[in-house]
């Protein structure tokens, strides 16, 4: 497995982002908070309203909802504005969506606008996503590309954990709660203070029509899934393994295990942010020690275990911080060890359009999981959530096994240039 997944021998060229690894954290932190804060602020507020778990998880599924098809917008940001331009223009709605979150009260009545203005927000923070990928690709060479996406993950990780816990902890501290909305709204501008640091990438097919780009953007996936390493990527991107759903209604589990809110704002948060990116570090280093898919499954059965662990620990405000703190911890593995895998194989070329296939549909079937935890806890409760999140994983990796070595596909393809 290790010949279609290449290893990276390019040179550390000077580049912007070879010196300053971390404004992947900083630039992609803001995508995490369109996770982290409905999940996390809106999802304990909203329990704490009455509101059920599972129209709570339908709210923060649409979190998931406008992640899981950006691929099919993705070309936009690969052949229209400048990335840059992309960014603040992303930050600029993302930043609007935030304030008008915390603007309207949280209800069973409000629940469908809430879930509206979640997916806008959500949508707004795919083509940031879309500009940190391709500056991150353009400024990064191959033989660092594991590193970066290390901290990339570790930014995005830090926002849907730190970031949601910061955002609850404002939203029950300050006078009103739109105040949250701007203070978090500042923070998200803030991160592109880091856009100077970084060389903008030459647009592709600048002078050529909506069609042709179109047909470019078609022919750079269609090499991609035709080979045998891209086609092990999507069947892994598919499989409800790794998707850290239960993290997001953790919220609204506090309460079950007696943690008060402060409890939940600071494990989901400032905690759970440094269990993350604790996470994303081993997961890097797993990478490089491992083939890749190899590393993925070991992280994703680690994940596994913690689903087990969180089930067996005591309802008491410790065993609730312990045990999310390690689920947590594991999630940052399986983050880093997929983008790293998705990396290597993706080349220079529509690198946003081509990363983000993989990435939409591995969140699209992650959505498809958190309704499931939703339902069963419903049905259940924690534990069975819990417990049915780990069975479906433990299927799932046991379907990679089975079919990985049928798997079959031409070589892969990098700019171009056949890699073997």
């Given at each position: 497995m290790g010949a279609i997944f290449p290893r990276m021998t390019a040179s550390a060229a000077a580049a912007p982002?070879?010196?300053?690894?971390?404004?992947?954290?900083?630039?992609?932190?803001?995508?995490?908070?369109?996770?982290?804060?409905?999940?996390?602020?809106?999802?304990?507020?909203?329990?704490?309203?009455?509101?059920?778990?599972?129209?709570?998880?339908g709210v923060v599924g649409m979190s998931f909802l406008a992640a899981g098809w950006k691929f099919?917008?993705?070309?936009?940001?690969?052949?229209?504005?400048?990335?840059?331009?992309?960014?603040?223009?992303?930050?600029?709605?993302?930043?609007?969506?935030?304030?008008?979150?915390?603007?309207?009260?949280?209800?069973?009545?409000?629940?469908?606008?809430?879930?509206?203005?979640v997916l806008l927000t959500s949508a707004a923070g795919t083509f940031l996503a879309f500009a940190t990928e391709g500056l991150m690709v353009h400024n990064t060479p191959d033989a660092l590309r594991g590193r970066a996406a290390g901290w990339f993950q570790s930014g995005n990780q830090f926002g849907q954990t730190a970031g949601g816990g910061v955002g609850l902890w404002l939203m029950t501290h300050v006078p009103s709660p739109w105040m949250a909305g701007l203070i978090l709204a500042a923070i998200v501008c803030v991160c592109a203070a880091v856009l100077p640091l970084l060389h903008e990438p030459e647009r592709l097919l600048t002078n050529a029509s909506v069609a042709t780009r179109a047909t470019d953007a078609l022919r750079n996936l269609n090499l991609m899934i035709r080979s045998r390493a891209g086609r092990i990527v999507l069947l892994l991107a598919i499989l409800p393994i790794g998707t850290g759903a239960?993290?997001?209604?953790?919220?609204?589990?506090?309460?079950?295990?007696?943690?008060?809110?402060?409890?939940?704002?600071?494990?989901?948060?400032?905690g759970g942010g440094l269990a993350i990116v604790a996470g994303c570090i081993a997961g890097g280093w797993l990478a490089d020690h491992l083939h890749k898919p190899?590393?993925?499954?070991?992280?994703?059965?680690?994940?596994?275990?913690?689903?087990?662990?969180?089930?067996?620990?005591?309802?008491?405000?410790?065993?609730?911080?312990?045990?999310?703190?390690?689920?947590?911890?594991?999630?940052?593995?399986?983050?880093?060890?997929?983008?790293?895998?998705?990396?290597a194989i993706v080349g220079n070329a529509a690198a946003a359009t081509k990363i983000n296939l993989f990435f939409a549909l591995n969140t699209l079937f992650s959505f498809g999981m958190l309704r499931v935890d939703g339902w069963s806890?419903?049905?259940?409760?924690?534990?069975?959530?819990?417990?049915?999140?780990?069975?479906?994983?433990?299927?799932?990796?046991?379907?990679?096994?089975?079919?990985?070595?049928?798997?079959?596909?031409?070589?892969?393809?990098?700019?171009?240039?056949?890699?073997?």
């Open positions: 982002g070879v010196r300053h690894p971390w404004v992947w954290a900083v630039l992609y932190f803001p995508y995490g908070l369109t996770f982290g804060f409905p999940a996390i602020a809106l999802g304990f507020l909203g329990r704490r309203a009455g509101v059920p778990l599972s129209a709570i998880a099919l917008w993705a070309p936009l940001g690969d052949y229209t504005l400048s990335r840059k331009r992309w960014y603040l223009l992303a930050v600029a709605m993302l930043s609007a969506g935030l304030v008008a979150l915390t603007t309207i009260p949280i209800s069973v009545h409000t629940v469908p606008l809430l879930s509206l203005l239960a993290q997001f209604l953790f919220g609204s589990l506090g309460a079950e295990w007696h943690a008060p809110a402060d409890t939940v704002s600071a494990v989901l948060g400032l190899a590393a993925y499954a070991v992280s994703c059965g680690l994940g596994l275990a913690a689903c087990v662990v969180m089930a067996l620990s005591p309802r008491t405000a410790a065993g609730y911080a312990t045990s999310t703190l390690f689920y947590t911890f594991t999630l940052g593995m399986v983050a880093a060890s997929f983008t790293g895998m998705v990396l806890h419903d049905a259940w409760g924690a534990n069975g959530m819990l417990f049915t999140e780990a069975l479906v994983g433990v299927v799932a990796l046991a379907v990679f096994v089975a079919v990985v070595s049928r798997v079959r596909g031409a070589a892969l393809v990098l700019d171009g240039e056949s890699v073997v």
